[in-house]
């Protein structure tokens, strides 16, 4: 027992009081942390030249020539403005914080950067094949509009809690007092967002978000399959 406290004691100590910080902080912290400072850092950039939005933000017609691939990435970190960001961080930290304890920070972390890359194919996928008619750019995306937003990996969260959690209720951030079991309000969400979207031209990312929702969705069956008694124990404690 000594030998064992004085080697945890010495790992401490050279991690230092700023490594034990760190590793206290939650992921859904440090995924909201760079979100901000992303933010911050390229709209003042966009503020003094508006190219500058080409190396962060996923254009397809950009990923077709083969420019700007790491934007699959960046693009998830970057958002359209105060509000955008805003309402997307309000939704991680709340959706994200619990997806954390579930699942764990390193399988919440990989999730998220996964489906949110994959979220991003799905962008691309659906504008280059299926956005060249005026209808098409409406329903699926132009190729010629940016893309960013945390989103599509938000989305994909809340599609695990669909698999994993389906009576687990869920509310609008603009309707507190209106709620619905995930199985219901999160697909009701994607579905009107898009059909909002389709219906007045505004660009909504909808493939991504869908991208991000069936990425939830295949990895929420992955770890019910797996986990299936923890899986009914957590629904017990939620009911």
Known sequence: MERELRTYTRRNLRRGIF????SNVSVTAWLIFINVLFFVIFYILYLINPVYMDYVALKPSFIIQG???????????????PL???????VLLSLGSFCEKIIGRKRYLWFYLLSG?????????FAVF?????????IFGSVDISAVG???AIFAIAGLFVILTPKLKFSII?????SLPAYIMIPLVLFATWL??????FPIGNTAHFGGFLSGIVYGVYLRNKYKKKVVMLNKMIQ
């Open 19 to 22: 490594g034990l910080l760190l």
């Open 67 to 81: 420019k700007y691939l790491w934007t699959f990435l960046t693009s998830m970190f970057m958002h359209a403005g």
């Open 84 to 90: 955008h960001l805003f309402v997307n961080m309000f």
């Open 117 to 125: 890359l994959i979220a991003s194919v799905f962008f691309v996928i």
């Open 130 to 138: 299926f956005g060249n008619t005026e209808l098409g750019a409406k």
């Open 150 to 152: 945390a989103s599509g």
């Open 174 to 178: 603009f309707l507190p007092f209106f």
């Open 196 to 201: 909002v979207s389709a219906g007045t031209g």
